[in-house]
């Protein structure tokens, strides 16, 4: 079975200082992860994939996420917080379950405030 | 890149009536589509796993009878809720993935969602 644990639900940060959104996952196989971001009202949108590549993933906005398979951890993180950035953020982990199938699963979500 | 369209954005209707949303890949064929239903502050519940041609896998606690779904080409699926109640009005969410088997570890691509309202 696959779960994934976003530690925080709520993260708050000042504009131009460091974003550290927490994702931990459990696995039985080599699992895909995934962190999504969702604006208000809005689908979700992909920041950043890992598929057994390298561990350090870099995405889109100046987003990146490193891989640890020993703390089973995925943690986002930013360098610089902008305004822009405050919105929901997903961490998805998919593997492969009894059934045969791929099935995706989602963290709570922790949402990033960003004060000016 | 891959876009995922989800039709209507937004409905409002009254209690009773069946309401239909449709979830289009535009530039890619997606083997398997999921309906999210996602209530507020919280995270996407999965309703269901379609895949074109056969019959959708539905999550436990997921009537059936009124949420259906049919995956009837690789590009379009569509999620029916039929006698909507106020209970149902939430915000649904469609994504779209393609690959079998190994291949499956792709990315899903997500609508915008539709934010359904039933008066």
């Known amino acids: 079975a696959q779960s994934v644990t976003q530690l925080d639900s709520h993260v708050s940060v000042s504009e131009g200082t460091p974003v550290l959104l927490r994702c931990n996952y459990s696995s039985s196989y080599s699992p895909s992860l995934f962190w999504y971001v969702q604006h208000p009202n809005k689908g979700l949108q992909l920041l950043l994939k890992y598929t057994s590549a390298a561990t350090l993933v870099k995405g889109i906005n100046g987003f990146e996420a490193e891989f640890k398979k020993s703390e089973t951890s995925f943690h986002l993180t930013k360098p610089s917080a902008h305004m822009s950035d405050a919105a929901e953020y997903f961490c998805v982990v998919s593997d492969l379950t009894s059934g045969g199938s791929y099935i995706p699963t989602f963290g709570r979500g922790t949402s990033l405030i960003v004060h000016p | 890149g891959a876009v995922v369209s989800q039709h209507p954005s937004r409905v409002i209707c009254k209690s009773g009536t069946s309401v239909k949303i449709e979830c289009r890949s535009l530039?890619?064929?997606?083997?398997?589509m999921f309906w999210y239903r996602q209530f507020p502050k919280q995270s996407l519940m999965l309703m269901a796993t379609?895949?074109?041609?056969?019959?959708?896998?539905?999550e436990q606690g997921v009537e059936k009878d009124k949420f259906l779904i049919n995956h009837a080409s690789l590009t379009l699926s569509t999620l029916t809720v039929t006698s909507a109640h106020p209970e149902d009005s939430s915000f649904y969410i469609c994504?779209?993935?393609?690959?079998?088997?190994?291949?499956?570890?792709?990315?899903?691509?997500f609508g915008a969602g539709t934010r359904l309202s039933v008066l």
């Open positions: 994504s779209a993935r393609t690959g079998t088997g190994f291949l499956a570890k792709n990315i899903q691509y």
């Open positions: 379609s895949n074109e041609g056969s019959k959708a896998t539905y």
């Open positions: 530039d890619f064929q997606a083997t398997t």
